[in-house]
């Protein structure tokens, strides 16, 4: 099992900034897991916000958040970061943290196995 615990969500104003953490663990987790964020917002369907490969070379983003967001990693910590700049009201959603045992090899929420419970940003206009 792997269990993934996201952290670093909240309030911020527009224009601001966040960094969203997610610990991951469990025995089966291997650093070669590709690994991704997803969000949702209320009424809305769960979509891709940005992925990574398991070397962290290769990165992946939704087209809205391309230039805003930086999604990194550091497997030496098991631990996934998304760097969130120029924050705009509608990136408020839960945000999730997601893991791939196949590495990343697309967007799709199918492709993941494992789920965090998810953490909540809100940005104010």
């Known amino acids: 099992q792997v269990q993934l615990v996201e952290s670093g969500g909240g309030l911020v104003q527009a224009g601001g900034s966040l960094r969203l953490s997610c610990v991951v663990s469990?025995?089966?987790?291997?650093?070669?897991?590709?690994m991704a964020w997803f969000r949702q917002a209320p009424g809305k369907e769960r979509e891709f916000v940005a992925g990574?490969?398991?070397?962290?070379?290769?990165?992946y983003y939704r087209d809205s958040v391309t230039d805003r967001f930086i999604i990194s990693r550091d497997n030496a910590k098991n631990t996934v970061y998304l760097q969130m700049n120029s924050l705009k009201p509608e990136d408020t959603a839960v945000y999730y943290c997601?893991?791939?045992?196949?590495?990343?090899?697309?967007?799709?929420?199918?492709?993941?196995?494992?789920w965090g419970q998810g953490t909540q940003v809100t940005v104010s206009s």
């Open positions: 990574i490969n398991w070397s962290g070379l290769s990165t």
């Open positions: 469990g025995r089966t987790w291997r650093s070669n897991y590709g």
């Open positions: 997601a893991a791939n045992p196949r590495d990343y090899n697309g967007p799709d929420y199918s492709r993941y196995d494992y």
